[in-house]
């Protein structure tokens, strides 16, 4: 059942953050101002402003309403936390229908029955069958502890293994292929089968850690090399990130998150003691994905390959970005060099060339330029003129008109570097 928006506005309006915050964390007023250490990162000075209508920290990006702040800070899922806001503020939570409680109930289920799936995997990643599943996985260069941490698995080779052992578990068949597990042929006469065969497993949770579906490689013989979970009541790709479970305290602490392409990258990042990754699941980053990411932090990363793929794939993510802009969020790029990965990268040129990589990572509206000048300055005005127009047309989605203007600010001294009324080039020049 969806909370009302206007239950949610009045518990808000009973509960100001200012009072919430400040139950749990030692809050001070310094003139208009009321902020506190962050209590989602370590910090001696305090950046944790509260207001009564939000709160954002400026040392690592938190921010949100006092729905969120309990969220982060309790570790619930959005119902619980306003369940629980709701019993401060002596406020009755509405009604649910039978629809909803059955709805809610058949998602607990679900549930139950994904992580049993979860709990086969990994049990048949330790099985004979699966040694050239956990060859492949330490010929990556992942150790055990990193293994069993993100619970990687292997799927038996075999339409119905999976399907046996839930089965004897009581589970209907009905319930394993609404859990995404099993494949409904369309010939209704043809039984459902595995949905993963012989493939390596990776477990996608939720940000409480909870398993909602798999990501799977493929490791001989016919079909897709990478395979996931279809949309399911628990699970929607474009609203969650791979590893986050793993990665949100890593990202409080170091303010920022890292956007990889693939899961193995996520891990590798983490086994190198650089966990504030995640990944996408298989698809270009959706806008609910870019809003998530700036939940997290306000500047993420995006590491994407160095090829013209991987070019592509970062022009996309800021055409997506471009009409959620704020002030104070935004997008940084980092291209890995040809032929790497992060994880090669790390593993042949160790921590440091990552971290440099990081650093060296390009804005959001620097990559708009690159994209639509190729690296060139026109040297003629006509040229300038309409470089100038793509660009505006790149930018016109951006919703708030300072940060479009800044934008337009920035492209203005690219393409006349000089100052305004002076042009070089074929051109000619004015003085």
Not at 20 to 28: A, D, E, N
Not at 99 to 104: H, I, M, T
Request: net charge neutral.
């Amino acid at each position: 059942m969806a909370i009302p928006p206007e239950f949610l506005e009045e518990l808000k309006a009973r509960l100001p953050a200012t009072d919430v915050v400040g139950r749990r964390v030692k809050l001070i007023r310094s003139g208009r101002d009321t902020k506190g250490c962050c209590p989602f990162h370590k910090e001696k000075t305090p950046s944790f402003h509260v207001y009564d209508d939000h709160y954002h920290c400026f040392g690592c990006g938190a921010h949100g309403s006092v729905i969120d702040f309990v969220m982060e800070s309790e570790g619930l899922e959005f119902r619980e936390a306003v369940q629980r806001l709701a019993g401060e503020a002596g406020l009755p939570m509405p009604e649910e229908t039978p629809e909803d409680r059955e709805r809610r109930a058949r998602n607990r289920t679900l549930a139950e029955v994904v992580e049993m799936a979860a709990a086969f995997f990994e049990k048949c990643l330790r099985m004979p069958e699966g040694r050239p599943a956990l060859d492949y996985l330490r010929g990556r260069g992942l150790t055990d502890e990193t293994i069993r941490r993100f619970r990687l698995g292997f799927s038996p080779d075999g339409r119905g293994k999976l399907k046996s052992m839930l089965a004897a578990e009581g589970i209907e068949e009905g319930l394993m292929v609404a859990a995404g597990l099993l494949v409904q042929p369309e010939d209704a006469g043809r039984e459902p089968y595995d949905r993963f065969r012989g493939r390596v497993m990776f477990p996608i949770t939720d940000r409480q850690g909870q398993v909602i579906a798999f990501g799977a490689r493929l490791l001989a013989g016919d079909g897709p090399k990478y395979l996931n979970s279809p949309e399911t009541p628990l699970f929607h790709k474009g609203r969650n990130l791979y590893g986050l479970a793993q990665a949100k305290d890593a990202i409080r602490s170091a303010g920022t998150v890292i956007v990889c392409e693939g899961y193995t990258d996520v891990i590798a990042l983490a086994q190198a003691g650089i966990g504030q990754a995640v990944a996408p699941l298989g698809t270009a980053l959706t806008e609910e994905q870019i809003a998530l990411l700036w939940r997290l932090a306000p500047e993420p990363v995006l590491c994407f390959d160095g090829d013209a793929a991987g070019q592509r794939a970062a022009a996309r993510a800021a055409e997506r970005a471009l009409p959620l802009l704020k002030a104070g969020f935004g997008l940084r790029f980092a291209l890995l060099p040809p032929g790497e990965d992060p994880d090669s990268l790390v593993q042949g040129q160790g921590r440091q060339a990552f971290d440099a990589l990081l650093a060296g990572a390009t804005a959001l509206s620097e990559l708009i330029w690159r994209v639509e000048s190729g690296g060139r300055l026109p040297p003629t005005p006509e040229g300038r003129a309409d470089l100038n127009k793509r660009l505006d047309q790149r930018i016109r989605d951006i919703p708030d008109p300072t940060v479009r203007r800044y934008f337009q600010d920035f492209f203005k001294s690219r393409l006349w570097p000089d100052g305004p009324g002076r042009q070089g080039g074929r051109g000619g020049q004015r003085q």
